[in-house]
């Protein structure tokens, strides 16, 4: 098993932290692992990406030019990678805030309205980015949700360990989403 992901947006949507959480608990789970970010020069509100591999093999290198798991929190950044899908990819697009549907026959789609769900049913717009991870570690076996959920503090710091139950329950609520979002295949 080697998933090769491709996470975008705009700084501050928290691109970076869903990309972390995914790495350590990859490491957690003994699989091998990298993480490579990527930001704009105006880092928040600019864009930001980032590369992560989680493997049962060692990772050669740490860059992905052509991914199977693609996820995208805004427009710009489903126009700049969808071309480097692999044929069968899954990609998971945030339906909030990005209009346009996927062009590629080859692919499986997900949209996920995660910025409602965050707000409407979570109660904290912040949340969109763990949102997006329930979503995607549902329809994708990466790593376990609970060993995200155990890595939290170790990548957050235990300052933010009051946040972990309404992280979980935006992970919780994503994954819940993924049962009723239009899929096209």
Known sequence: MEHKIIMAGFGGQGIMAMGQLVTYAGMVEGKNVSWLPSYGPEMRGGTANCAVIVSDKPVGAPTVSKYDVGVFMNELSLKKF??????????????????????????????VPVNEIAQDEIGNAKTANMVMLGAVLAGVDIVNRDTVMDVFTKVFGEKREKLKPMNDDAMKAGANALEKEEVKA
């Open 82 to 111: 969808e071309k480097d899908a692999l044929p069968g990819a899954t990609l998971f697009i945030n339906s909030s805030l990005v209009s346009s549907k996927v062009q590629r026959d080859d692919v499986t789609v997900h949209y």
